[in-house]
């Protein structure tokens, strides 16, 4: 069709050095002169190699689990810590009091309340809404010029500020 890949893609030529480093690799038997052997045993070997890697890939593919498994064991965790931190609490008790264990326990539930209701629905929003934000601000040219210069100047300037004032 006559276009060609971006420059990314395309492979960069080979320099002299770099031709000849790649010729005495294949040559195996120090003669001088690629064999069409050789050639074929470094071609196998490459080949051999990608194919381990994409069934070593394959394996770790089948084997990762399901988003809903790991959500699973992420609240499994969670709840788990929570338990350790009950047996914490009532060793508290025992040790200091009951009315400072009430007093432990009513301020542990209002943690919990707060992180279940308002920060983990806000995290699980943000963590749904930020690709299509990105994919927003990306696409407009005019916000990401904003978002580029603020990050290329604004951050640098900021982090530039806070270092100056904690060396003096």
């Known amino acids: 069709d006559g276009t060609e890949p971006p420059a990314a893609t395309r492979p960069r030529p080979l320099s002299n050095a770099e031709a000849r480093r790649i010729a005495r690799e294949l040559d195996e038997d120090g003669d001088g002169r690629v064999q069409f052997a050789e050639l074929e045993s470094w071609y ?77 629905p806000l995290l699980i929003a943000l963590s749904q809404m930020l690709p299509w934000l990105m994919e927003a601000i990306s696409s407009n040219e005019y916000i990401s010029t904003i978002v580029n210069e603020l990050l290329a100047t604004g951050v640098a300037k900021a982090v530039g500020t806070c270092l100056s004032a904690l060396k003096g």
Not at 84 to 90: A, E, G, P, R, S
């Open 44 to 120: 196998r070997a490459r080949r051999e190699a990608e194919i381990r890697k994409a069934e070593r890939a394959e394996r770790l593919r089948k084997f990762t689990p399901s988003k809903r498994t790991r959500v699973g064991l992420a609240w499994a965790f969670a709840l788990s810590s929570n338990a350790v931190f009950l047996f914490l609490v009532i060793a508290y008790a025992r040790t200091f009091g009951e009315h400072k264990f009430q007093a432990l326990v009513g301020l542990w539930g209002i943690a919990l309340a707060q992180t279940f209701t308002l920060e983990e």
